[in-house]
């Protein structure tokens, strides 16, 4: 499965534009970040990021799933609890 596919010309049409008198290479980091958008707050309960180590026959059964595979990964273990409790 491809991490990084390249993108397509709709892709490239629906990216968001800098205006036309707005060079990249002139823009400062602070500029940068007030000219692009920031996400809101979440809707659903925060989650923890964490790092855990997973054996590579679960990651890539899960990632053969297609996008979404850690929120799979979250229902399989929260099922786990369920059943244990």
Do not use: C, Y
């Not at 892709?11 to 940068?32: G, S």
């Not at 809707?43 to 855990?52: A, F, G, H, R």
């Not at 997973?54 to 996008?67: A, C, N, Q, R, Y």
């Amino acid at each position: 499965m491809d991490e990084n596919p390249e993108w397509t010309r709709a892709e490239f049409a629906k990216a968001a534009k800098f205006p036309a008198v707005v060079r990249l290479k002139d823009i400062k980091p602070n500029q940068l970040t007030s000219m692009v958008g920031k996400r809101g707050p979440q809707k659903t309960p925060t989650k923890i990021p964490v790092s855990i180590r997973l054996s590579p026959e679960v990651v890539m059964h899960f990632k053969s799933t297609g996008p979404g595979w850690q929120s799979r990964i979250d229902t399989a273990l929260r099922r786990m609890i369920k059943k244990a409790s």
